[in-house]
């Protein structure tokens, strides 16, 4: 099971025609899809995608009962190719529900979580690309650190990549018990409520899935992608995503920069897309009965006419 974070507010931020159509880009198991189905009329149409082979075995079936649904595998980046595959010239919503959803998590054959034993895989895409421990056995130590230093924000990079370099000298690394003890032994300062695994283990999940360069990726065609009046709603889990979408929302937002003193009249001092609201967080109550929600931030921008 995966409970849908911030479920009313991004679809309340997201839908305006109720005939339109919508993309769902991070399905997971389905329950943003569902309400947004829920709410839509009879001939809306739901395009949803999901890097993930489970995810897009629920989505077929849900295709199978729903006609509305059309299913993408593959990651939302692909966004105008999976558009143009279906006919349609534009969208009145995006959403994206960002990182990865509770059955990623539980499955120890996943290899997501430092606190279950399995394979050390972390792929979203297990179908294909290489795992986390093929990464690790391979990957240059100072690749190794700065990958951990800019996707964890792991202030000691720099001993943890020494400590595995020398350990999969040794012999390789290949589960996620022997990674989360390996670290632990080498990280010289614990933070409080935290495995000192848990940077670690975010930095080569966003490694390993390209997860930053999807986002630039998608958001570089997004605008494109929307008809006047469409929404993108973005609901993020850590800082490195947030800040990504706050600033390209930002900037696309504003006019193009001029010098000063050259004055822009009327649609042209303006960006592409226009702001709707502040960034939105969980009330305390769906945090107190959701903990995956506690660091999530949702973001809605709309394009202009
Ligand atoms: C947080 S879950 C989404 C949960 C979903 N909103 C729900 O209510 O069930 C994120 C999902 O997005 C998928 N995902 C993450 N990055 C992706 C990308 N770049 N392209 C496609 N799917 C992606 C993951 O595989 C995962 O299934």
Redesign the pocket.
Known sequence: M?E??LLEESLQGLVGPLSGHYV?????????TRALLALLNDDAAVLV????PQ?IECAEALAAQDSRVSVYH????DLPAALAQLGWPGVDGVLL?????SP?LDQDERGFSFQRQGPLDMR?DNSSGPTVADYLNAVAEDELVTILRDYGEERFARRIAAAIVKARTEKAISTTLELAELVKTAHPRWEKHKHPATRTFQALRIAI?R?LD??DALLSVVVDCLLPRGRLAVISFHSLEDRKVKQFMRQASQGPKVPRGVPLQGDLALGPLALVGKAIKPSEQEVRSNVRARSAVLRIAERRV
């Open positions: 995966h849908s974070v769902d880009g991070t399905f997971g198991r389905g329950g943003h995608m999901d890097k993930d995810a593959g990651s939302f980046a529900d960002l990182g990865v959803s990623q979203m899935n997860e999807d986002l």
